[in-house]
């Protein structure tokens, strides 16, 4: 058994996510139990601060080398609150994987300094975290990737393989998050036959929309309630609908270029004289539907899905969950908890599984997924 | 044995200095052998970009990013280059450290989001270098020495400390690259007993001053032809020894911010009638004096130094040589190379050997050196 810590901050640059996971065995036979998980914000100032580097054109090279040690300040201090609080000694973590901050990432090469050249560029120093926790620390999962030909993104499909595969069912794992994304797992499958790509928008409109027609009061709609009790428009889920984003064939990526505030706004403006609940009810019903068109158009072309395993923040949307579940009559829609992922750490779960195979020296991308033209050994070890 | 490649590319960013070294055991007991060496100039347009970007205040996030992966494709064809020009299979070679290019060096630690950090940035992305060679690559030697309250340079002495410490004969290590810098390692001394610092100009006013007097058509004064053919202008170099950085205890480094155009254009206005002969003459007695005041002062309390290892380009200044020879009539005065160390690659040789010591999972920084609270491994590995 291994003791393994993922740390994941996400492109919200909320704060970082911290899971304690042990880990039996690598690959297929990988077997964990989560014993702890904290989300740690980061300090207001700090968030802003790396929100205005990342938004700036003009940075210094001195702001980028610090912001690299401060961000690995904050993932080594998340680690230590974590383990403070759940009583975890430190010698008892035998690895840390670390996504680090992504303030950077274009996968489709673009011209510099006389070549062609994709890159991504993810910030928080390995080695602060390994020197603060005296924990070797596995960091930079995705500049092998692309260093290969892949994109570098998503890496969680194949820890989905690890754990969802199944040899009687065919499986969906679906992630909603800001964006909704999924990975398709046949029955018995290679990792070659995964499937995975992000669908559309996960709660990013829907959180957008109750935040502007609240004036900052609400956040987001607590488990759908509002979106319940509200009625879907036509016209307007229509005019949703029409995004191209929809119609692109997988692999295929969004973020908030296409799903922010912008076009939230615009689609607000289809909706203006409707009611806040018909609003919610419409943005809900574009992100299930538009998962369930995702899932029948590219997901298992064989059969039928047996079970669709919810994680994210959306798994806590009950109103979603029944939609899905309304909209795949067939498909067993179920909270990923229910097979041992907690929703909300899977994330982090999954960079602790990513560098225990790092850790085996075990290929961990899905080049069926990246495009890297092979399977590569992910990230770089700092030595405790 | 391992057959290591150590690559590196200092401040000038004129390119990458490649060599292959053969490496048996560690520690101590470490011996080497140079197989091949190259100096791989980068493209013009690239090293001046890369100035460009070091120099402007503003710099995107975007370009961080796509630097540090064209600057792994530079260091990964310096080795696809030196090995098949030396006909070297790839496959021979079991591991590459390398140093980067250093963007960004900050070891007093200056206040940022909150906190005061230090902390230092060198590019060339380890995962590219790894993925066009096939070979497992070590870089990002300086952070965690900086992690751990150190000032993450110099490295070198440790490596000097492995390959020159003798048990009977007190030794000095000086490199003459555009600053001087020197290691002093007593006879039979412990790690904790190295001294290592800058002690000044090395060929960086020589070069600044044969540019500007030559308008461009010279770039150094070959062999010190030049300045054997002059004479000393006492009130020019009692001018120059008032600079307040020979006064400075040790730990201390120079660069340009001291030694550069600007102070070498206030030297030669003192020197404004005077032949380029005694000019450089002046100049180089003023590298070789402060190297003497250096040793005399900081460098083996206990006795007289028995030889003075020189290496870098000031190795193959003959002038200097002499003139270091007759300042120190007691001392042998040596070409690194009479011990096996390739003067010009003594840097990349370094590396490989660095990143050999780190495979070994062995501390290799020198604390009493760059003042980090405790020894630590050194690097990220990034797996073949």
Redesign the interface.
């Known amino acids: 058994m291994k003791r393994i810590i993922g740390l994941m901050s996400g492109t919200s640059a909320d704060g970082v996510d911290a899971a304690v996971v042990d880990v039996w065995g690598k690959g297929l036979s990988t077997r964990f139990r989560m014993i702890a998980f904290e989300s740690v914000p980061y ?1 207001k ?2 968030r802003q ?1 790396i929100l205005s ?2 938004n700036a ?14 961000i ?2 904050l993932f080594a201090e998340a680690v230590l609150r974590c383990c403070r609080r759940h009583h975890i000694t430190l010698k008892s973590v035998d690895l840390i994987g670390s996504h680090g901050q992504t ?2 990432h ?1 996968s489709v090469p ?1 011209f ?4 062609a ?5 993810q910030l928080g ?4 975290i ?3 926790t005296g924990i070797a620390t596995i ?2 999962f995705r ?2 990737d ?3 030909g892949g994109t570098g993104a998503p890496l969680v499909p194949y820890v989905d393989y690890l754990l969802l595969r199944s040899p009687s069912k065919n499986r969906v794992a679906l992630n909603v998050g800001g964006i909704a994304n999924l990975t398709s797992i046949p029955r018995n499958c290679r990792l070659a036959e995964l499937r995975a790509f992000d669908t559309g928008p996960g709660n990013m409109m829907m959180d957008a929309a109750v935040a502007i027609r609240s004036r900052g009061k609400l956040k987001f709609d607590r488990h759908g309630a509002l979106a319940s009790r509200g009625r879907v428009i036509p016209s307007a889920l229509e005019w949703l609908l029409t995004h191209p984003f929809y119609r692109r064939r997988p692999p295929k990526a969004a973020g908030r270029e296409q799903f922010g505030i912008e076009y939230t706004e615009a689609a607000l403006r289809q909706m203006r004289f409707a009611r806040v609940e018909d609003v919610l009810a419409t943005l809900l019903d574009l992100t299930a539907r538009t998962v369930l068109a995702a899932i029948k158009k590219y997901a298992v072309p064989s059969g039928p899905i047996d079970e669709l395993i919810v994680s994210g923040g959306g798994a806590r949307n009950r109103f979603l969950m029944q939609r899905l579940q309304f909209l795949l009559p067939e498909t067993r829609v179920m909270n990923s908890s229910e097979l041992g992922i907690d929703p909300d750490a899977k994330e982090a779960i999954a960079f602790a599984i990513l560098a225990n195979e ?1 850790w085996h ?1 075990d290929p961990a991308n899905v080049p069926s997924v990246t495009g890297a033209r092979h399977p ?2 992910l ?6």
């Open positions: 300090p100032r700090t601060l580097l990342l054109r003009g940075i210094s090279v001195a702001e980028i080398s610090q912001l690299n040690f401060l690995g300040h303030v950077y274009q673009s510099f300094g006389g070549r050249l994709a890159s991504t560029l120093e390995g080695a602060v390994a020197e603060r960091s930079d500049v092998r692309v260093a290969a790092t020296q590569v050994i990230g770089k070890i700092t030595p405790a």
